[in-house]
């Protein structure tokens, strides 16, 4: 069970969906979800949004190993994916489909999960 689950997108203004960290095994789990069709500058997009996290948070996660993953919520294949391949690796990002993956699918219910939490806190009266 992770010790916190946060989004550096909200923290921040900018970065990703979701960062999952484990103060026990010192990791630090970067998540950016992609729904429907993932284009070429959507990929570059992520890899800039979780790189970006991850410089924010090196300071606060000190000593900790960093983890980043692209979770695409798609039922099928991504018509991107070949290309994008390469560039994720080269940057170190795990690409994760929610079709092939339990993971994925838990990172993503996650996401939903803290997404419809501050959706309801924001329609809140006085929020």
């Known amino acids: 069970m992770p010790d916190e689950v946060f989004s550096p997108e909200l923290e921040f203004g900018s970065g990703c969906d979701l960062a999952i ?5 010192r990791t630090v789990l970067l998540v950016e979800v992609k729904r429907s069709s993932l ?6 997009k992520a890899i800039r949004q979780l790189g970006e996290s991850e410089d924010r948070l090196r300071t606060r996660y000190s ?3 960093f983890e980043k993953s692209l979770v695409h919520d798609k039922g099928r294949g ?4 070949a ?3 390469p560039l ?11 079709a092939h993956s339990k993971k994925a ?3 993503r219910n996650l996401y939903l999960r803290m997404r419809r939490r ?8 006085g929020a």
């Not at 991504?78 to 994916?81: I, L």
């Not at 994720?88 to 929610?98: I, K, M, P, Q």
């Not at 959706?119 to 809140?124: P, Q, R, T, W």
């Open 63 to 65: 000593g900790y190993r």
């Open 39 to 44: 284009s070429w500058s959507d990929t570059q």
């Open 83 to 85: 290309m994008a391949v």
């Open 78 to 81: 991504c018509s991107t994916y």
């Open 21 to 25: 960290v484990s103060h026990q095994q």
């Open 105 to 107: 699918k838990r990172l």
């Open 118 to 125: 501050r959706e309801k806190e924001g329609s809140k009266p």
């Open 88 to 98: 994720l690796e080269s940057a170190g990002v795990r690409y994760l489909n929610t």
